[in-house]
């Protein structure tokens, strides 16, 4: 490059507007463009900072914005979560209070279940084992609330998280009782309706009725003197005089033993009730079931007779215990039959 063409001068003229002196300034080329270099560079540098400044404004303000949506939404967040705690809180409360009714209402199924137990005693050790129940605290406040329920009033005391958290727990513990006591009503009652049917069978199975419609005993069990020999001789059942064909009743449920016929007993009858009790039905005019029949308490199960060594008309009721003929009279209670109860 020419080192002339930075000292070659330039000459500015500057011409005021009125009669003032004209202005000469000579200035070497180099010089003015160095001057204007250093101009445009300021200038450049300027206006880079300015952007510069500018883009970190813009995203200090987008920044800004963001955060105060995102406290907005967190603000948004904890209000919703602060109502669910005081939902869950109240649910707390309506679960005392649950756990205090369903608490009332096994204390009326146990005096239900003792009502029964009274009907079918059980062991006395399972009804020491069911004892009172344990009275839980959550119970006890859920009492309290259904009791001022029919006033409420005065000041409102804050819960605190505490006192909700015990609330919840003893709440908790209540309802593991009342499980408990479920658990355990639940055998008693079933053990007493086990008992209870059991007595039910038995009762139903025991010959307790009378076995036909007229009531005229012409022989009892025991010593008699014999209506054929008029030797002294013993009767082993009941002689209960009656109308030819009157129906006779089985007197408890059973199954049909036997059905025969012979010179002796003429047509006859025998019915199992339990093992080892049997009654046994002679001088029927005909059997009107067959063996292995089911019947119940006061079915018929045949017409009254005079077959076999009989001198009229009439049911010798036999009550057998253990192979033994027994007294029937033990098993032949003031009960009317079936027939006379219904028409009653
Ligand atoms: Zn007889």
Do not use: C
């Amino acid at each position: 490059m020419n080192f002339k063409w930075f000292q070659n001068k330039l000459t500015f003229v500057i011409i005021p507007e009125a009669n003032g002196s004209v202005v000469r300034l000579k200035l070497a080329r180099g010089v003015v463009w160095s001057v204007a270099a250093s101009v445009m560079i300021t200038v450049g540098a300027a206006a880079f900072l300015y952007l510069q400044h500018a883009h970190t404004a813009a995203s200090t303000f987008l920044k800004t914005s963001e955060l105060s949506g995102r406290t907005a939404k967190l603000e948004q967040a904890l209000t919703s979560k602060n109502r669910r705690i005081e939902e869950l809180q109240n649910d707390i409360y309506m679960l005392s209070k649950q756990a205090a009714e369903v608490h009332s209402q096994v204390a009326q199924m146990k005096k239900l279940e003792e009502d029964l137990q009274k009907l079918a005693p059980v062991s006395a050790e399972k009804n020491a084992e069911s004892g009172g129940l344990p009275a839980g605290e959550a119970a006890t406040a859920g009492t309290e609330a259904a009791s001022a329920a029919l006033g409420m009033g005065g000041p409102a005391v804050p819960v605190t998280h505490e006192e909700i958290r015990r609330l919840a727990m003893a709440t908790g513990v209540a309802y593991m009782a009342l499980q408990n006591e479920m658990n355990k009503l639940e055998t008693s009652l079933s053990d007493s309706r086990q008992q209870l049917q059991e007595k039910q069978e038995r009762l139903r199975r025991t010959p307790t009725l009378w076995p036909t419609d007229s009531r005229i005993v012409t022989s009892n069990y025991g010593y008699r003197q014999d209506p054929f020999t008029k030797k002294l001789s013993f009767h082993r059942g009941v002689d209960i005089a009656g109308k030819l064909d009157d129906p006779v009743y089985a007197a408890g449920g059973g199954v049909v033993h036997e059905v025969g016929y012979d010179k002796l007993h003429g047509h006859n009858v025998i019915v199992e009730h339990t093992s080892g009790l049997l009654t046994w039905y002679m001088h029927l005019n005909r059997a009107t079931v067959r063996k292995g029949d089911l019947v119940d308490k006061g079915d018929p199960i045949g017409k009254l007779g005079t077959t076999g060594r009989s001198t009229g008309p009439h049911l010798h009721y036999e009550v057998l215990l253990g192979g033994k003929s027994t007294d029937p009279s033990g098993y032949l209670p003031m009960e009317r039959t079936k027939e006379e109860k219904t028409k009653s």
